[in-house]
């Protein structure tokens, strides 16, 4: 049985020089696919040239800083529906 290696992620890679699993669904430059295309990675798709170290450097301090607004945003979501079940609008 062939074992299938996981996809690295270019931008970690790139910009620090270690190998890192691609976090696929998990990350916001993730695009689900379609009838069209593919699930993959926008950066890759869009051909985003990341050999230069300060883009792919800048990419993915741009991944983090989505991944924390999205953390966020959960957290908001989560605590609004827990004071309406509480019956409290804090």
């Known amino acids: 049985m062939n074992k299938i290696e996981p996809k690295t992620c270019t931008l970690r890679s790139a910009a620090e020089g270690q190998a890192e699993p691609c976090p696929g669904e998990r990350c916001p430059f993730w695009e689900a696919g379609g009838a069209v295309a593919e699930a993959g990675c926008l950066i890759e798709r869009l ?36 004071s309406r079940r509480v019956g409290l609008e804090l």
Request: hydrophobic fraction near 40%.
């Open 47 to 82: 051909g985003v040239d990341v050999r230069s170290r300060d883009m792919a450097v800048y990419l993915l301090e741009t991944r983090s800083c989505l991944e924390r607004a999205r953390d966020l945003r959960g957290a908001e979501v989560a605590h609004r529906e827990f």
